[in-house]
């Protein structure tokens, strides 16, 4: 089975509708989301966005039969002006962030999975210099620290920071899998929630700029909405959902249109347990 797309019917119903023109899907991943939106809406043309090689090619073949309403571009949603007004777009009617890692990501030997005895990498886009075994093996026990408190919100980072520090000098810490068992001696399973998690949070949004891509990326969707069109964004943690939230909040231009954030029912959380943190917020240009 193929990456299953959270909350499908919810970004369906509150970010398209038949006066949409153009759509963005700023992380187009597996294109669940956007496949979905363009079987419904016929006249809808959609740019599918993504950093990530591999997602783009999955995307291709999903989109095939879209192609003469589909534009696919490889790139960060941080450059989100760039990228459109490199095919003279300048105004858009919806976009979508979904701020998950796709399945594909999580099983491609790159280093996001606990038990990936591949090169610690972490990269979105594999154009990109800085990788988690660059962060591991080189960052100074107090940026370590760091970063596991401000993007992990890891109460034992000072430990875990100390453990990897200790490791490294005896050889390089070169796979996911060495790095949560290091983790795990710091931290055992009290849970369902694996100990390394948000350790593997914090290294990975580092590694990739996301808080920082974020705010960027959101603010220039917003910039480029035309009136009446809507900014969605699916975010599965409580750094991203803060960000999302302040930015509707304190825009001037946004009318929001969840007060709450949507999340998924009952049924979808038993079929996609992936979906259980997933929060999506949705605001108007006024």
Known sequence: MGHIPVLLEEVANNLV??????????TVGGAGHSSFILEKHKNLRLIAVDA?????EIAAEKLA???DRTIIIRGNFKDLKKILSSESVYSIDGIL?????SKYQ??????FSFNDDAFLDMRMDNREPLTAYDVVNSYSYEDLKGIMEDFGEEYKAYRIAKAIVDERRKKPIKTAK?????????????????PATKAFQAIRIEVNGELKNLASGVTDAIDMLTSRGRIGVISFHSLEDRIVKNIFN???VLKVVT???LQAGRLEVKTNPNSRSAKFRVAEKE
């Open 178 to 194: 060495e790095l949560s068992e290091i983790i795990l001696k710091v931290k055992r399973r009290t849970g369902r929630i694996h």
């Open 97 to 101: 962030f979904d701020l998950g890692l």
């Open 65 to 67: 039969r879209f192609r």
């Open 52 to 56: 990530d090689e591999k997602a783009l």
């Open 17 to 26: 509708s038949e006066e949409t023109g153009i759509f963005v899907d700023a």
């Open 106 to 111: 999580i099983t491609g030997k790159r280093g």
């Open 259 to 261: 007060k709450k954030p």
């Open 250 to 252: 304190s825009s001037s």
